[in-house]
């Protein structure tokens, strides 16, 4: 049996039938899978849906509506399925959905400020790049997918989501209303590959429906940059809930929350502080996080992580009167800081300059 499911995982997943239907074929990992659906039938009700599949399935989830299974009947507000919204599918199995109906032309989109929950209505992956048009470039502040996310920052895209995918939802972080429309994609330039980063972690964590976003900015341990070996991993309640080897500039971690099912019980609860650690091979050291450490759900932090903490610009593990006078001389140019790291450190109010606001407020922080 699992054969066979492997050789349906690996076909195309849009066959035209005889009758000029077309079939797609979904495959569901056990637990939440963020999808979208550009192929329906007419009737759009979840039990016609879902019906080859119900026994395997647990709950759907769109933005702002849920159905849960209850003694094999639906419950809840989530009633039907629409070509551009995305859901979480959870499931108890691997298993298979396939679909038949009509591929329905893409339509515009109204997306709200903050998060939106939309579909991905082509049958051909495309880079962000490409897929986003100009004129999305004020409005659109992130993009989350499953366990990847991409940010709109100076200019440019960071973060381990580089493509949207067939079949895929996405949520979408807006600054602004707006009506908006994906590019087409260019068919031969694209292809259906899986461009999700693999983490070749050797941790365990669940994949949640809840996700909060820490792009790490910057990265120091002892005076230098981490390198792409170290792993940075979260934490919450004693318990890792994501983790991503460092890539570099903005690297971007997913913070699994608790969405009330089992395998995420122990996870990140709304406004709970965060802690991260990193490791290389059987090393592991607490970090401190500059910036914010509260877990919000479909939020992005930019943050940055030191072994020292903020003000500790010799190292010492302490903040005292040594600290002041480094930054001083920086200040008045006697001995300028060129180490990154200790650059970091001393801009205590991350306004990307030293000066005497930030001796006021390392001065405060010794005196607590």
């Given at each position: 049996m699992m054969i066979i499911l492997y050789i349906l995982l690996f076909l195309k997943g849009s066959i035209i039938l005889a009758d000029d239907t077309t079939n797609n074929i979904h495959y569901f990992t056990s637990g939440p899978n963020l999808v979208s659906f550009n192929i329906l039938p007419e009737n759009t009700s979840i039990d016609n849906i879902f019906e080859d599949i119900e026994y395997d399935l647990v709950s759907i989830i769109s933005e702002g509506e849920i159905s849960h299974q209850v003694n094999n009947e639906w419950v809840g507000s989530l009633t039907n399925i629409e070509y551009d919204k995305g859901y979480w599918i959870i499931t108890s199995n691997v298993t298979l959905l396939d679909i038949q109906g009509d591929l329905i032309e893409p339509s515009a989109y109204i997306l709200y400020p903050g998060a939106n929950l939309i579909s991905y209505p082509y049958s051909n992956s495309q880079s962000i790049e490409n897929g986003i048009p100009f004129y999305m470039n004020n409005n659109l502040y992130a993009i989350i997918g499953e366990n990847s996310a991409a940010l709109f920052s100076e200019g440019q895209i960071f973060g381990?989501?580089?493509?949207?995918?067939?079949?895929?939802?996405?949520?979408?972080?807006?600054?602004?209303?707006?009506?908006?429309?994906?590019?087409?994609?260019?068919?031969?330039?694209?292809?259906?590959?899986?461009?999700?980063?693999?983490?070749?972690?050797?941790?365990?964590?669940?994949?949640?429906?809840?996700?909060?976003?820490?792009?790490?900015?910057?990265?120091?341990?002892?005076?230098?940059?981490?390198?792409?070996?170290?792993?940075?991993?979260?934490?919450?309640?004693?318990?890792?809930?994501?983790?991503?080897?460092?890539?570099?500039?903005?690297?971007?971690?997913?913070?699994?929350?608790?969405?009330?099912?089992?395998?995420?019980?122990?996870?990140?609860?709304?406004?709970?502080?965060?802690?991260?650690?990193?490791?290389?091979?059987?090393?592991?050291?607490?970090?401190?996080?500059?910036?914010?450490?509260?877990?919000?759900?479909?939020?992005?932090?930019?943050?940055?992580?030191?072994?020292?903490?903020?003000?500790?610009?010799?190292?010492?593990?302490?903040?005292?009167?040594?600290?002041?006078?480094?930054?001083?001389?920086?200040?008045?140019?006697?001995?300028?800081?060129?180490?990154?790291?200790?650059?970091?450190?001393?801009?205590?109010?991350?306004?990307?300059?030293?000066?005497?606001?930030?001796?006021?407020?390392?001065?405060?922080?010794?005196?607590?």
């Open positions: 381990s989501l580089s493509h949207f995918e067939p079949n895929k939802g996405y949520w979408f972080l807006m600054n602004s209303l707006i009506p908006f429309e994906y590019n087409i994609p260019i068919e031969q330039h694209e292809d259906n590959n899986d461009y999700r980063m693999d983490d070749d972690l050797d941790i365990d964590y669940k994949q949640s429906t809840m996700q909060s976003v820490f792009f790490i900015k910057q990265a120091f341990y002892n005076g230098a940059n981490l390198e792409n070996s170290d792993n940075i991993l979260i934490h919450c309640n004693n318990t890792y809930v994501g983790g991503r080897a460092w890539s570099g500039y903005m690297t971007d971690v997913i913070a699994m929350g608790n969405d009330t099912y089992s395998d995420t019980e122990n996870y990140c609860e709304e406004m709970q502080n965060i802690s991260i650690t990193i490791e290389n091979g059987n090393n592991s050291y607490e970090m401190y996080i500059l910036g914010n450490t509260e877990w919000h759900n479909n939020e992005i932090s930019i943050v940055s992580i030191s072994n020292f903490e903020l003000g500790d610009i010799n190292f010492s593990n302490t903040l005292n009167v040594t600290d002041i006078i480094i930054m001083i001389d920086h200040i008045i140019q006697n001995n300028l800081l060129i180490n990154e790291h200790k650059l970091l450190l001393a801009d205590i109010n991350f306004d990307n300059s030293i000066n005497i606001a930030d001796i006021i407020l390392i001065v405060d922080l010794i005196i607590e």
